[in-house]
């Protein structure tokens, strides 16, 4: 499951609760996967986008596109 997502995926947990939906073209490898799910056991509750760019700031899917 590593390398860019092609398509939006959502993750779940082991009760088939959501963690997070990570968007298109969201790099996704191993550490990324660890610092998900710890984020994810200290909130107690699912990642909203908000968290996923505090986790991950540089990563570019995660930045608004305003259309004009």
């Given at each position: 499951?590593?390398?860019?997502?092609?398509?939006?995926?959502?993750?779940?947990?082991?009760?088939?609760?959501?963690?997070?939906?990570?968007p298109v073209g969201f790099y996704f490898t191993?550490?990324?996967?660890?610092?998900?799910?710890?984020?994810?056991?200290?909130?107690?509750?699912?990642?909203?986008?908000?968290?996923?760019?505090?986790?991950?700031?540089?990563?570019?899917?995660?930045?608004?596109?305003?259309?004009?």
């Amino acid at each position: 499951m590593k390398g860019k997502l092609t398509e939006p995926r959502v993750i779940t947990d082991y009760r088939g609760e959501p963690v997070c939906i990570l968007p298109v073209g969201f790099y996704f490898t191993d550490d990324r996967w660890q610092a998900i799910w710890e984020r994810f056991e200290e909130k107690d509750e699912a990642l909203s986008h908000e968290d996923l760019r505090a986790l991950f700031p540089d990563e570019p899917s995660l930045v608004p596109h305003i259309r004009e």
